[in-house]
T-cell receptor, first 112, second 114 residues
Framework: QKEVEQNSGPLSVPEGAIASLNCTYSDRVSQSFFWYRQYSGKSPELIMSIYSNGDKEDGRFTAQLNKASQYVSLLIRDSQPSDSATYLCAVKRGDSNYQLIWGAGTKLIIKP | DGGITQSPKYLFRKEGQNVTLSCEQNLNHDAMYWYRQDPGQGLRLIYYSQIVNDFQKGDIAEGYSVSREKKESFPLTVTSAQKNPTAFYLC?????????????FGQGTRLTVV
């Protein structure tokens, strides 16, 4: 079992709809969770971090965390073609202050 | 401007050569990382450093070496022992804050063996 799992996609979503990206993790003591967006040929950029159970909203993005189910998700409302990218889920190791475990990413395609 | 600078953006290496990738940050972050990304793959950790003059191997350290003589700098050397070095190399840095460790990336170096 991979430590951080994501559906590789591609996930195709119509423009204006809600895109839902999911991530599961195996480290039960992990406390910090991150979503990064990576455009083709570019480096990842941080879009959301979440540390507590529940929802965290930032503009069109909402991160959802359920530690009991070891599940973190990212919702993108009013999807735009510019949201087309690969979304990487990262989880901080429970036994480390700094080290992150990365999912392989989900490729999202927003269709105009 | 605060940020992480990687250089060069593109690098070509001949068989048997060692090459060094530069990474500098002016964010005053304690931790720095080197990742390798292959096409269609996630990030794999090569080395990371939490403080000056100390670093730890990641999952794929064989054929790579690093140094951390200054807080701002974390160069990566790809040695001739690395048999398949063609990849996208990403340097990142992070701070530790209330359990979080938000990592920020440089623009990457694309290394190709010729």
């Amino acid at each position: 079992q991979k430590e951080v799992e994501q559906n590789s996609g591609p996930l195709s979503v119509p423009e204006g709809a809600i895109a839902s990206l999911n991530c599961t993790y195996s480290d039960r003591v992990s406390q910090s969770f991150f979503w990064y967006r990576q455009y083709s040929g570019k480096s990842p950029e941080l879009i959301m971090s979440i540390y507590s159970n529940g929802d965290k909203e930032d503009g069109r993005f909402t991160a959802q965390l359920n530690k009991a189910s070891q599940y973190v998700s990212l919702l993108i409302r009013d999807s735009q073609p510019s949201d087309s990218a690969t979304y990487l889920c990262a989880v901080k190791r429970g036994d480390s202050n700094y080290q992150l475990i990365w999912g392989a990413g989900t490729k999202l395609i927003i269709k105009p | 401007d605060g940020g992480i600078t990687q250089s060069p953006k593109y690098l070509f290496r001949k068989e048997g050569q060692n090459v060094t990738l530069s990474c500098e940050q002016n964010l005053n972050h304690d931790a720095m990382y080197w990742y390798r990304q292959d096409p269609g793959q996630g990030l794999r950790l090569i080395y990371y450093s939490q403080i000056v003059n100390d670093f730890q191997k990641g999952d794929i350290a064989e054929g790579y070496s690093v140094s951390r003589e200054k807080k701002e700098s974390f160069p990566l050397t790809v040695t001739s022992a690395q048999k398949n070095p063609t990849a996208f190399y990403l340097c990142a840095s992070s701070f530790y804050n209330r359990g979080g460790t938000e990592a920020f990336f440089g623009q990457g170096t694309r290394l190709t063996v010729v």
